[in-house]
């Protein structure tokens, strides 16, 4: 699979399967469905050949190139409540 991270914080924000095509451009991240306009080659990096967690979602996990950690103080945004 491809992970593509902030470079900032190394957190994964998508993954995609590696039979999918992925451009990263200095402009954006084209996909097969979408185009990511806030990631680019400039603030992303697109890790290949990577296993994420089972329990992966996008904003959960960091990955530095080699290792997988959650967010501290990460949240499932299901379980979250109505603040009213």
Known sequence: MKTITFN????????????????????NITCPNFIIGDLNSTNS??????????????GRYVYDGTDWTEVVGWVDPSEMTDPE
């Not at 995609?16 to 402009?27: N, R």
């Not at 990096?45 to 996008?58: I, K, L, Y």
């Open 8 to 27: 900032s914080n190394n957190v994964s924000a998508y993954v995609f399967e590696d039979t999918e095509q992925v451009t990263v451009s200095t402009e």
């Open 45 to 58: 990096t697109m890790h290949t050949e990577v296993t994420p967690p089972e329990d992966w979602m996008g």
